[in-house]
């Protein structure tokens, strides 16, 4: 017995198409749910403490690196399966093809999601994470210093490895020039409870609040890797009102990319619309 029809076609084709569709919409599945689960993965090990924000941080650049790739291969295989299924009217065609199309989407994120943390082309971030708005006189610590761990950054400014005060606060210049103190015209108590409000709006844990110093102290959790970052805001009087002046610094890590200053900026702008 043969596999010939009545025109003369192999009847067993649709067959063999049909199992070689159902391997290739499965390997796609599979490859786009593993990179995209290497990428959400890697922050969400960090939440449950399975393993430190490098191990997470490999992680995610792994999944970045071959995201890319493993999702136009994804969309290749969901093109294939789908002229297959047209030209020899399989059944589950459409099954197959949104198979592979969620392979396709779930590496792409793994891919897209990591590019959104990248500065934008031309834009430099220097490699620091001591960012205020005061770089003779910063903005001190004192009740948050408890909180900070042995394995921590230094909150003395301008240490480190390859750097002085001079330093940073050049560096920061260079590429932060917008963040500078905020004078507003109202008492200097007035702008303190102004400043706290604007803390809290913003989600940021209060550490503490010394109003006889003008002084509130706060820690922001990143969201992705619950990186924890301090923040300094002393409210001093001046004949123009009252002057804030802001810092906030990283716990861990040598470049912030960016989020210390961006962090300042949406606070000052929470405070002047306040």
């Known amino acids: 017995m043969n596999n ?26 599979l490859a786009g749910l593993a990179i995209g689960l290497m990428a959400f993965g890697a922050s969400l090990g960090v939440w449950l403490g399975l393993w430190d924000f490098r191990r997470g941080f490999d992680l995610l650049r792994t999944a970045n690196e071959n995201g890319m790739t493993v999702a136009m291969v994804c969309l290749a295989a969901t093109v294939v399966i789908f002229v297959l299924a047209k030209r020899f009217n399989l059944q589950n065609g459409v099954l197959l093809s949104s198979l592979a199309a969620i392979g396709t989407i779930f590496a792409a994120l793994a891919w897209y999601v990591p590019e959104t943390y990248r500065p934008a082309e031309g834009v430099v971030i220097p490699p620091i994470h001591d960012i205020t708005t005061d770089t003779a006189a910063p903005p001190q610590f004192v009740d ?7 394995e921590t950054n230094t909150v003395v400014y301008g240490t480190g490895p390859n750097m002085t005060p001079e330093r940073l606060a050049e560096l920061q210049t260079e590429a932060y020039p917008d963040i500078q103190p905020l004078v507003i015209s109202a008492s200097q108590e007035d702008v303190f409870n102004r400043a706290l409000d604007a803390v ?3 989600g940021w844990e209060v550490v503490a609040v010394a ?6 102290e706060a820690t922001d959790t990143t969201f992705w890797f619950r990186f924890k970052d301090d923040v300094v805001i002393i409210v001093s009087e001046t004949p123009e009102g009252a002057v804030v002046n802001a810092r906030s610094v990283s716990r861990v890590g040598v470049s912030d990319v960016g989020k210390n200053a961006e962090r300042l900026r949406r606070f000052f702008a929470e405070l002047q619309g306040s």
């Open 144 to 150: 948050v210093l408890a909180l900070r761990g042995p």
């Open 211 to 216: 109003p006889d110093d003008g002084r509130i």
């Open 200 to 202: 809290q709006k913003l």
């Open 4 to 29: 010939l029809s009545a025109d003369g076609t192999d009847s067993s084709a649709p067959q063999k198409i049909r199992l070689a569709a159902t391997i290739l919409a499965v390997l796609a599945l």
